[in-house]
């Protein structure tokens, strides 16, 4: 069983960083993608950025290019995420997911595993 636990949410003012960690157990994720969606109240859950787990490959959502950062550490099967610059349209819930596949998807129904998700609140 794929479990996926965040953390590193909090509250922080704009313009200041946070760093978001997604510990996995329950598998080898070698052929796995695992990526970072946020739900804000009200809204859909939207794409932040994914990774190629074997290859370390990334992919971006155009609104926080350049600000964030998706890494990961075999080792720990852990999944990072690195927000800088931080602004108060990024106050959501940050959520990780993981799909066992080769393909990165950068849509949440494509995803089967999810985390239970951390809050990022960005004062202004």
């Known amino acids: 069983q794929v479990q996926l636990v965040e953390s590193g949410g909090g509250l922080v003012q704009a313009g200041g960083s946070l760093r978001l960690s997604c510990a996995a157990s329950?598998?080898?994720?070698?052929?796995?993608?695992m990526g970072w969606f946020r739900q804000a109240p009200g809204k859909e859950r939207e794409f932040v950025a994914a990774?190629?787990?074997?290859?370390?490959?990334?992919y971006y959502a155009d609104s926080v290019r350049g600000r964030f950062t998706i890494s990961r550490d075999n080792a720990k099967n852990t999944m990072y995420l690195q927000m800088n610059s931080l602004k108060p349209e990024d106050t959501a819930g940050y959520y990780c997911?993981?799909?066992?596949?080769?393909?990165?998807?950068?849509?949440?129904?494509?995803?089967?595993?999810w985390g239970q998700g951390t809050q990022v609140t960005v004062s202004s």
């Open positions: 990774i190629k787990w074997s290859s370390g490959n990334t």
């Open positions: 997911a993981a799909r066992p596949t080769r393909v990165v998807f950068t849509t949440a129904r494509e995803y089967k595993y």
């Open positions: 329950g598998r080898t994720f070698s052929s796995y993608a």
